[in-house]
């Protein structure tokens, strides 16, 4: 039998993230002059995104570009591994 990992668990820091979304929330389409988070962030386009509904969609394999699911999960920026 074959094994193959069909979703996961990815754990963030909440500043992590964050700092992750601010990064590209400004972003423009040149073709439209849209912004970029207007087709990163689903249902939610880029006024109602946020880092966490944006991650969600990347990790969607509903979306047609995800290859597999991934679960984000936002952990506190004081969280200490282990």
């Known amino acids: 039998s074959r094994l193959a990992v069909l979703e996961y668990a990815c754990f963030y820091r909440r500043r992590f993230a964050e700092a992750a ?4 929330r400004g972003v423009r ?13 689903g249902r939610y ?16 394999k509903n979306n047609g570009l995800a290859p597999l699911q991934i679960d984000f999960r936002l952990l506190p920026n004081d969280t200490q591994p282990g």
């Open 29 to 41: 389409l040149p073709a439209t002059g849209g912004y970029a988070m207007d087709t990163m962030c």
């Open 45 to 60: 386009g880029a006024r109602l995104c946020t880092a966490q509904r944006w991650l969600d969609f990347q990790g969607d």
């Open 21 to 24: 979304f601010a990064s590209c």
